[in-house]
Nanobody, 123 residues
Framework: QVQLTESGGGLVQTGGSLTLSCTAS????????MGWFRQAPGKEREFVAT????????YYVDAVKGRFTLSRDGAKNTMQLQMNNLNAEDTAVYYC????????????????WGQGTQVTVAS
């Protein structure tokens, strides 16, 4: 099994910044793609961003492009999501994910999920 542990969520004012971190352990592989999803209260789960196994390619949903930056350290099996200029629509539980198949993210899913970390943006 693969275990994913998120950290870094919290409460921030509109326009502020947060960095989410995720550490993968267990039967993970550095060749796996990684990414984030989020789910706001009363809304469906939404894909946020994904990064390739080597960190050379990242893809973002339009709503966060230019504000969020994804990075990873393959040697440490860690991933970070730098979130800037946050607004109320970013309020959600953010889930760290990883998947052996990068195409899973194009399908709006992933194989392994963390427990989630709450991000709340106060206006």
């Amino acid at each position: 099994q693969v275990q994913l542990t998120e950290s870094g969520g919290g409460l921030v004012q509109t326009g502020g910044s947060l960095t989410l971190s995720c550490t993968a352990s267990g039967r993970t592989r550095s060749s796996y793609a990684m990414g984030w999803f989020r789910q706001a209260p009363g809304k469906e789960r939404e894909f946020v961003a994904t990064i390739s196994w080597d960190g050379d390619f990242a893809y973002y949903v339009d709503a966060v492009k230019g504000r969020f930056t994804l990075s990873r350290d393959g040697a440490k099996n860690t991933m970070q999501l730098q979130m800037n200029n946050l607004n109320a629509e970013d309020t959600a539980v953010y889930y760290c994910t990883t998947s052996p198949e990068a195409r899973d993210y194009a399908l709006g899913t992933a194989e392994y999920w963390g427990q989630g970390t709450q991000v709340t943006v106060a206006s």
